[in-house]
């Protein structure tokens, strides 16, 4: 064993992995000189994005920081193609331009509840609609705080229409949008609900000017964004696209909703994250938005009242940088970049991990006092072979030659590890092969000696105990005689000394030959024994003994592993140019992915440990090799309802 790792080391070592090494180190050296000059382009690109960044986001910055708050205009930032939005908070950090509002739900006094369920009841219940009317105007005598007011002028204008009172609609509707910040006992905006109303009452031309009064009153911030808002974006929605088949919608209308829904999507987005920069300074923050991806703002502190922000787009930035002339040039030799927070680093570096990239900070610090110190510029080859391709001209022989000694390095390897496998194994089988052995020795001449002790010391009863004695010393001594001639038939199989005698045999009475010693075994322990031998089955040439130890084995096995179900069938037949010898059993049997495994030397199934029946491991291998002999064939079947049966199949006619 220790020759052979000394063999093969000293193989793997002078032959593959001492050129290998160093061809690997000579190749890895020249790609990492071309990976570096790559590199050193990269943060050369680094270095000039930089002041364009800072440029660019300065420009921006410095109108707002110059900016008077009172009468301020957003729309000025959100020219700048850089800008996606520009927004105001207060000192708590809630947005009031766009205005939003969380759900508030004030109490209602119960003169008026009551005074407003009547007109409901009226309304819904019973569909008296003037009456409902009346009741609802005597709510409103009641009606003090503005949810109040918001709530039954709702009601009013909603059971105006239903009467078909369209100018009295009309009149509360203007009532109503004074109380433009009042939510109702639902959290739903009275306001809001009058104009969608109104508008899907009136149809597309005075509904469509009542629509767009809705759309503008969000947009100047008279109106809450608020947590029912999107639904009503949505009913808004379906009128518009009903009155866009009828052709008579205007493209102010359509624009300002799509302005409301972006506002919208913003406030949903940010509105809690800016809370949390309430109290920051001014200057830059960076992060990563709710909705994914990453964000970059700047935020302009008014005092302790409000504070302006603008929030960047970044692919819009990327783009405005990207259309330097110097960065340009970069980018006609393979190299483009992205703007990230430093959450999305990871990310990056997963999606180019098969390129060359660089990860830098966005600015070097000096241009502007407060720089996004979390803003990344991510700088990667568009295509890392053709930024490198003129660097690997001079190296392609090394790196084919590292691929070649690759190949030779893993298949050397593999046979390295397959031979030391197959030695170890075979000396761990060897190793079972000689304690199974000593056992299986051991065991019939423990009782030969035990039983002739007996007889010789005359310790028994009568004359039947001592025939049993003998039998029992007869029997053992025959089951020593069977293991020997297997372990010997075996050993001359094995160094290739194994001979054998043909002849025109009988197979049906080798079969019952080689039955004839286990009738007394299978008799004393209660199996059930079937024998079917077919008639006029024609000689076969081969060799008796041989083909006796076969089916001996098979015999002798169906008889060890059957502990429980204790039936034998032994079955010989012809099958065309062929006949067959067939041992079944309802044994143990033979687990699943191991029916070719069980005919190789030493192997032992894996449900066959010593609590079940012992052996050596070489008696199917044995019988393998008889048939190959022989020109047959052996093959192992599991049995419906449990057992194995064991089929050899002999040709008639062997060539």
Known sequence: MARVWIRWALFFIGLILLPVSFLTYRSVQSLQDERESVLQEQQLMARLLQEQFEQRISEIAQKLAYAEMPGIELGIYESFAEVERAFIMDGEGSLTNPLVLPLSLSERRPVFVRALKQGELLEFEKGEYEAALQAYWEAWKVAQSDGENAEVLNSLGRCALRVGDVKAAVDIHRKLTFYNLSFDADGAHPATLSHLRLAGYLGAGKGGRILSGWAGALLVSRYPLYPGCRQTLQEAGKLVERWSAEGTVSPELIADLREVEERMGFAEEFADLLVSRA?????????????????????????????????????????????????????????????FDVGEEGEFAEERAETIYTVAAATSGLAISLPPEDMRLGIYAIDASAAIDVYRKENWRLVAGLFVLVGIVALGGYMIFRDIGRELHTARLRSEFVANVSHELRTPLTAIRMNAETVLTGRYRSPEKHDELLQRVMRESERLSLLVDNILAFSRIESGRKSYDFQMCDLGEIARGALEPFEPVLHKRGFALSVEVADGLPLVRVDREAIAMAVSNLIGNAIKFSPERKEVTLEVRGEGEEQVIEVADRGIGIPAGEHKQIFEKFFRASNADGSVATGTGVGLALVQSIVDAHGGRIAVMAREGGGSLFQMTLPVKRS
């Open 279 to 339: 109290e920051g300074e001014t200057g830059y923050c960076s992060g990563l938005r709710p909705g994914g991806g990453s964000f970059l703002m700047y935020l302009r502190r008014f005092g302790d009242a409000e504070t302006i922000g603008l929030l960047f787009d970044l692919e819009q930035l990327r783009a405005a940088m990207a259309d330097s002339t110097i960065v340009g040039s970069y980018g006609d030799r393979g190299f483009d970049f992205e703007l």
